[in-house]
């Protein structure tokens, strides 16, 4: 059999499985009992372990042992109908074939993480036609002929009696097989479902009937779309407790809906709630940097840290796709470097490695980047972002206020946010909307809101409680202007943190200007899509503030006056005139910014024992979309001035040099102290063919690196007692200067770790 990728594993088992025809009954033995309050799972000891794992056909199984792959995720068998219990079971090809791929790994000494779809047979449709998903009101599904070849017509509501087979399916596998876990690809919920068990359950639970149809801009779809997420959440709840009694260290390690493709972002509604990754032993992604999700932005980075973040930086996984461009696929002319480079930032950003066989170059390929893993493994687990920075990404934001246009109003702000912090080589976290409490505030010197415009009350509260307490806080635009479900309120929640009232936002001037406004040569090129996408644009200016302040600004813009695109807000003048750091000045007809109007632009102000910078005008967005450095330089004044402090960690290195900060708190070994680390991830992100190509299209296939020099880190708190860098073992040389520890780093081929130990 030859390898394959993880989509081609259910394509090739499609019409290859006779499943059993006979009747089901669940019966009383999967009644449940009531789901407590959400928790998140416990992760089994031996999961914050894996750092290697690989997606492969049973046959592949001695081949990837021999490369040190520690967990094998692969599909031989597609659910039975009915269940063991009643009579159903495997064929018996497919019970010798799974025995086999079960056996064959664990004498290997690997885990197997059994990729079972997450479909019911034609058989098991045809006999509870009522199990699948109802996706309007008429009944319609229950007409439809099931059909083995097309998984359209088996799609069942695993909110119903489906979902409790699937799980008792799931059990009776484990039992018979030895089973380590299981990953679905899909198993979500869909946007809605009007089956019998979803329309009684949400009239007993809601005393409401289900709403009319998929519509976020009704807030009861919007309740809805809470609730069934919820209910998904149980789902998952009730499989662990039935996997874990059987078996203790039984693990979901599946795949989610996040940020390994930039289209993850964009899908509305969604497909799963966020917060479901708690209950996933080590979720996974798909991870890709084809030109459809823009590999060569900091888009990639961004979707491996965020995974990290919404499973509580606990274990997960990224599998690189080495696919070349978008549709048609191709993973022609990959260059084995680009699979490194590839594998290397997903490891700088807090997940681990996980690769198909099925690639080109097959176990062959895999094995040097595995290798390289096991050389850093050593200081990949256990470990927790080191506390500085924090920067909310909202889901609730996302789905229920910028549904209509997430790619404009949600990512710009938390991708430009995050690209500050990664230029500026801080310690940088992402917080999730349940991470806003005032005890997991309380860790950070300055949290930043990138247009976090849905915030509930308890959110609102814990955050001005913590910068009244002494915390800093930076916000953008509409931050605080809806509650969690997305319904405006009449100003900013936090309009008294802010020091300004909400006034709307500037009239939009979309025109052209005439021939004598714009040079020939340029104009030429222009087409209606360059017109529409000059909304927004403006200019800002500045005089004698603290906050632009700056040698390094005053070069950039000697004028104190720059042009700026992007998002912005009309905001009320602030008690004190002192507090307006920047004034924005949005254009006028023409393109030509309308005399005499100069808005609030950027608000500086101390709140309790507090400080706050507030921007009306998005300049965490402009880094997106319409990025000049001087944006960076004032957002990155601002955290720093609202921290109060700049990290005790201070790196020195070009902005291609990613870096990231963890603390890591291994396991104490037997009559041992714990003992503490900090783990300093530095990884080279240099093109060297970058923007030669169609900008649109670029994607980064580097076949080599150039080595960074340069590289400095200076403590000026707790400094460790050891430091070393790993791989390899280097002791670098440490000097005393200015107070400081200063630590010169050798050159930076592509990625290494700097580890500090205290004894």
Same mark, same amino acid.
């Given at each position: 059999?030859?390898?394959?990728n ?40 031996w ?11 049973p ?5 990837? &042992? ?9 599909n ?5 109908? =009915? ?35 997450? @479909?019911? %047979? ?6 509870? =036609? ?9 009944? %319609?599904?229950?007409?439809?002929e ?72 009704d ?7 809470v ?14 407790r039935?996997?874990? $009694?059987?078996k ?19 899908? %509305? ?10 209950l ?11 030109e459809?999700?823009?590999g ?6 961004? +979707?491996?840290?965020?995974?990290a973040a ?8 990224c ?10 696929y191709?993973?022609?002319?990959? !260059? ?27 176990? &062959? ?7 390289e ?7 990949? #687990? ?27 109003? @949600? ?57 009244? %307490? ?7 635009t ?35 200007? $005439? ?9 030429i &090129? ?31 813009? !000697? ?5 700026f ?34 808005? =609030? ?50 790196? #020195?290195?070009p ?100 580890? +500090?130990?205290? #004894?």
């Open positions: 059999m030859t390898s394959l993880r989509r081609e594993f259910i394509a090739s088992a499609t019409g290859a499985m006779a499943l059993a025809a006979c009747q089901n009954s669940l019966g009383e033995a999967l009644s449940d009992d009531a789901v407590p309050e959400f928790e998140p799972i416990a992760i089994p000891k999961v914050h372990e894996v750092t290697r794992m690989s997606f492969l056909a046959d592949a199984v001695p081949d990837v &042992a021999k490369i040190g792959v520690q967990v094998v995720h692969g031989s068998v597609w659910p039975y109908f =009915p269940l063991r219990k009643d009579g159903g079971k495997l064929t018996d090809r497919e019970h010798a074939d799974l025995k086999r791929f079960a056996d064959e790994t664990h004498r290997h000494g690997m885990r197997l993480v059994l990729g079972l779809p997450p @479909f019911p %047979s034609a058989d098991c449709m045809r006999a509870h =036609p009522e199990w699948r998903i109802a996706s309007d009101q008429s009944g %319609s599904q229950l007409r439809i099931p059909d083995e070849k097309n998984l359209g017509t088996r799609l069942a509501c695993n909110q119903g009696p489906w979902g409790d087979y699937l799980i008792e399916l799931c059990a009776e596998l484990m039992q018979d097989y030895g089973l380590d876990g299981y990953s679905f690809d899909g198993n979500y919920h869909p946007p809605i479902c009007y089956c019998g068990a979803c329309r009684l359950a949400y009239q007993q639970e809601r005393q409401r009937t289900l709403p009319e149809k998929v519509n976020l801009d807030i009861a779809y919007r309740e809805y779309l609730w069934r997420g919820e209910k998904l959440e149980q789902h998952y709840a009730r499989l662990q039935r996997l874990k $009694g059987i203790s260290d039984a693990v979901v390690m599946t795949w989610t809906v996040n940020a390994g493709r930039y289209g993850h972002f964009l899908h %509305s509604p969604r497909a799963m709630p966020t917060r479901m990754n708690l996933i032993d080590l979720p996974m992604q798909e991870w890709w940097l084809d459809t999700n823009i060569a932005s900091v888009a990639p980075s961004f +979707g491996a840290e965020y995974l919404v499973t509580g930086y606990r274990p997960c996984g599998e690189p796709y080495l696919m070349s461009r978008g549709n048609p191709s993973p022609d002319s990959f !260059p084995p470097h680009e699979r490194l480079l590839r594998s290397m930032l997903v490891l700088t950003h807090g997940s681990t490695t996980a690769h198909s066989v099925g690639w080109p170059g097959g176990v &062959a390929a895999a094995a040097p980047v595995f290798a893993t096991k050389r850093r493994e050593g200081w990949l #687990t256990h470990c927790r972002p080191l506390p500085w920075a924090a920067i909310l990404v909202s889901e609730q934001t996302r789905q229920f206020y910028a549904y209509r246009d997430i790619a404009d109003r @949600f990512l710009p702000h938390v991708f430009g946010a995050y690209r500050v912090g990664l230029e500026e080589h801080w310690p940088v976290s992402l917080l999730n909307d349940w991470d806003v409490t005032a005890e997991n505030l309380a860790r950070y010197r300055v949290v930043i809101l990138p247009n976090a415009a849905a915030l509930s009350d308890q959110q609102v509260a814990a955050l001005r409680d913590y910068v009244a %307490s002494g915390g800093g806080l930076v916000a953008t509409e931050t605080s202007l809806c509650d969690e479900l997305g319904r405006p309120r009449r100003d900013f929640a936090l309009s008294d943190v802010f020091g300004v009232s909400y006034r709307g936002r500037p009239a939009d001037v979309v025109g052209k200007p $005439g021939a004598a406004e714009i040079d020939a040569n340029f104009a &090129a222009l087409d209606d899509n360059y017109w529409k996408q000059r909304v927004g644009s403006a200019s800002v200016t500045w005089a004698q503030h603290e906050l632009v302040q700056s040698d390094a600004l005053n070069q950039l813009v !000697p004028g104190r006056q720059a042009r695109k992007g998002p912005q807000v009309l905001v009320s003048e602030p008690k004190a005139a002192t507090e307006v750091a920047v004034r924005l000045l949005p254009d006028g007809p023409g393109g030509v910014a309308a005399p005499g109007v100069s808005l =609030p632009g950027v608000i500086v102000r101390e709140f309790g024992k507090g400080r706050v910078v507030y921007f009306a005008a998005a300049f965490d967005a402009s880094l997106w979309n319409y990025a000049y450095p001087y944006q960076r330089h004032i957002f990155a004044r601002a955290a720093a001035w609202c921290a109060k402090e700049s990290p005790s960690i201070r790196v #020195t290195a902005r291609c040099v990613q870096t990231t900060f963890y603390d890591r708190h291994p396991p104490a070994a037997e009559g041992r102290a714990e003992q503490k680390q900090l783990v300093i991830h530095f990884f080279n992100n240099v093109n060297t063919t970058a923007a030669l190509g169609n900008p649109a299209n670029e994607v980064p296939l580097r076949e080599e690196s150039i080595p960074v020099h340069g590289l400095r880190i200076s403590f000026s708190g707790k400094t460790p007692s050891r430091v070393h860098l790993e791989p390899g073992g280097i002791l670098p040389k440490a000097t005393s200067a200015n107070g400081e520890i200063v630590i010169d780093l050798p050159p930076l081929d592509v990625h290494y770790m700097l580890i +500090g130990e205290w #004894t």
